[in-house]
Nanobody, 121 residues
Framework: QVQLVESGGGLVQPGGSLRLSCAASGSIFSINAMGWYRQAPGKQRELVAVITSDGSTNYANSVKGRFTISRDSAKKTVYLEMMSLKAEDTAVYLC???????????????WGQGTQVTVSS
């Protein structure tokens, strides 16, 4: 019913930049919060950044000042601009959206399949 497709990952040198995108499609009535999580090998999944429908944002302390989350609600797309990347940012980045399918249904979370970000020289 709902698909989230991420793009923009890849290999980048320390200090470099990447921009991730996540587009939602399907039978969607509305999208509440949209966010990015990441999971590195052997570590738990962690929140990177989230943006609500009114534009409020929240970031993990480890990425504050380096990453910027934004959204284009008309395109049902969320972005993550990542700058000054470090080796410890290496992980699979997953998109998460809190979606209402109809006006009557409760919102639920949907996840993308993830995109790999590798920071290495």
């Amino acid at each position: 019913q709902v698909q989230l497709v991420e793009s923009g990952g890849g290999l980048v040198q320390p200090g470099g930049s990447l921009r991730l995108s996540c587009a939602a499609s399907g039978s969607i009535f509305s999208i509440n919060a949209m966010g990015w999580y990441r999971q590195a090998p052997g570590k738990q999944r962690e929140l990177v950044a989230v943006i609500t429908s009114d534009g409020s944002t929240n970031y993990a302390n480890s990425v504050k000042g380096r990453f910027t989350i934004s959204r284009d609600s008309a395109k049902k797309t969320v972005y993550l601009e990542m700058m000054s990347l470090k080796a410890e940012d290496t992980a699979v980045y997953l998109c998460n959206c809190n979606v209402k399918l109809t006006v009557l249904t409760r919102p639920r979370d949907y996840w993308g399949q993830g995109t790999q970000v590798t920071v290495s020289s």
